[in-house]
């Protein structure tokens, strides 16, 4: 089996312990792996391998899974579980070497976890979001100005944004945002508006919404000085007025190990 091991660099010498002891894990079982600083990965580097291993949280491995492009499947491995949430995360340091038996084995599944495609005036932009898009002023104080069309309804708005997620997002800044919880492999995504401003000169009457896999969201920009950004990590997509973005279900998932 040939892994790729995609990490987070160690900020302490807990981390930097925790670090050598799944290396040395994976040269006792004999398994051949290719190490990558996820700050320096590339699509190509992501290619060739049986299965890819985000080690660090849950940013290190949205970062990884920005560029996987194909079925390899992805299993994290929670680097700090102390200071790490670990939502996407399946194993961490002290159960790896378990994990990692059954994963040799093939003692797993393999669930197809959706992501969001962007389009930016028709345009695919390169990274799929595994947790959401934010669409919105770069500088989040600025008030943000669209318009869409919902089941035949326009509605132009101001608010501090738009988020627009995936199930796996469901569980992070749309929950916190106000949306609801979707199982990790749900065909359906979801659009929050975050802190509607409501006026005579404005609508705000659809602030939550959840689309059917095959659904399309367009949004039209009203504003100057705008971005589209996956899973909160560079890089941010600038659009001014009179952009349109479009986001739908993209027809590449990641493959995502389950244990049971």
């Known amino acids: 089996m040939k892994i790729l091991l995609s990490y987070m660099k160690p900020k302490n010498k807990l981390q930097l312990g925790y670090f050598e002891k799944v ?3 994976l040269k006792k079982y004999g398994v051949q792996f290719k190490i990558k600083n996820r700050e ?3 699509d190509s580097g992501c ?3 049986d299965i890819i291993i985000s080690l660090g949280g849950d940013g290190t491995f949205l970062r990884t899974s920005h560029h996987v492009k194909d079925n390899t499947p992805m299993f994290g491995v929670n680097l700090d579980t102390l200071y790490k949430e670990g939502f996407l995360l399946q194993s ?3 159960n790896f070497e378990k994990d990692l038996k059954k994963i040799l084995n093939k003692k797993y599944r393999l669930v197809k976890v959706n992501r969001l495609q962007a389009k930016l005036n028709g345009k695919i932009l390169p990274h799929l979001a595994l947790n959401e898009f934010y669409i919105g002023f770069k500088n989040a104080y600025f008030t943000a100005r669209y318009e869409f069309t919902i089941n035949g309804k326009t509605e132009f708005q101001k608010s501090s944004g738009l988020l627009i997620g995936s199930g796996a997002g469901s569980n992070g800044w749309i929950k916190s945002a106000g949306g609801k919880v979707l199982p990790l492999n749900s ?4 659009m929050v508006v975050r802190e509607p401003y409501c006026s005579r000169a404005t ?3 659809i602030r939550k919404k959840i689309f059917n896999k095959d659904d399309k969201l367009k949004i039209k920009s009203e504003m100057k000085g705008g971005i589209i950004v996956a899973d909160s990590l560079k890089p941010e997509y600038a659009f ?4 349109v973005v479009e986001i739908s279900v ?3 998932p990641i493959s995502y190990v389950k244990f049971s």
């Open 23 to 25: 290396k040395n894990v």
């Open 40 to 42: 320096t990965l590339k």
């Open 47 to 49: 290619k060739g391998f």
């Open 92 to 94: 961490n340091v002290k």
């Open 187 to 190: 065909n359906k995504f979801q």
């Open 203 to 205: 609508q705000c009457t």
């Open 240 to 243: 001014n007025k009179g952009h």
């Open 250 to 252: 993209s027809k590449k």
